[in-house]
């Protein structure tokens, strides 16, 4: 005897249309302008897809400069769109913490799952409404457009400007190759920050390689932290040699970091994790470290 839930599946399955049209009952408008757009209905109706659909207000939410950009570039606007859908139907019961899924565009998405509030999250973006069954797969509703990452977390830092002296510190110290592991989050100090340390402590930390390792692990968490994940008096637990915990502070939507620094860009997506970008640098509470970078 096939039971009642089975049964509402079938029934609900039978009735639901292919993707494109879940799209259109939802209120999907932009993503289905751009999906005709780009002449990519046709390739979702020709298989069995997962959709992660920005909502209208996902899309406004792009910078005037950006959208305008891929209304000129059919080809990467595409990319992107296609950097939203995977093969397969991929219910939220499939879903487990780290779990990278290959898309369409041929780069992974990272799910992370955040026990304390609930949320599930698709690089970074809040995941608002599971499981809309389609003839041919699901669609899941996200709050954030997605941007395919254009590296790893060293190629991120290597190429944005605010993070070279990082960069340099992170050469000095051997750590690049640490950096290419999977699932981290790094909390980064722009080079304003590691100014306001003054000279004789950078230069300090230049000629004690073990002692910056240390500090620069500090600023490195051994897993996948997007600021929908964050919370208020979160302790989190870094590389470091003795494991030693940051602190955070969340309130009305702004970070803060052991009281004295601030999140001034979050969810910076890499290939192997998350990057946000700190006005400070942060140091372990370690009496030993007050006379060397003192």
Partial sequence: MIGFLTLAVIVQ?????NLVEVLQNDGETTLIAL?????LAD????????????TNAAFAKLPQATLDSLSKDTTALAN???YHVVKGSIHKADASNELQLETLAGTKIRFNIYNHNHAVTVEGSNITHFDLTASNGIVHVIDTVMMPPTGNIVDLVAGNSQLSTLLSLVKTAGLAGSLQGDALTVFAPTNAAFHNLGS????????????LKEILEYHVVPHTEYSAGLYNREHLRTLD??????????SHGAVTVNKKGHVIQADISATNGVV???DHVLLPARNHLSSILG
Wanted: hydrophobic fraction near 45%; proline fraction near 4%.
């Fill in 35 to 39: 999906v005709q757009q780009t002449g």
């Fill in 200 to 211: 004789h402590v950078l230069h300090n930390l230049h000629s004690n390689p073990e002692l």
């Fill in 241 to 250: 040699t003795r494991h030693d915990v940051i602190r955070l502070g969340v």
């Fill in 13 to 17: 399955s039978a009735f639901a249309g």
């Fill in 276 to 278: 946000h970008l700190i």
């Fill in 43 to 54: 390739a979702l109706l020709g298989g069995e897809f997962t959709i992660f659909a920005p």
């Fill in 80 to 82: 992107i769109l296609k």
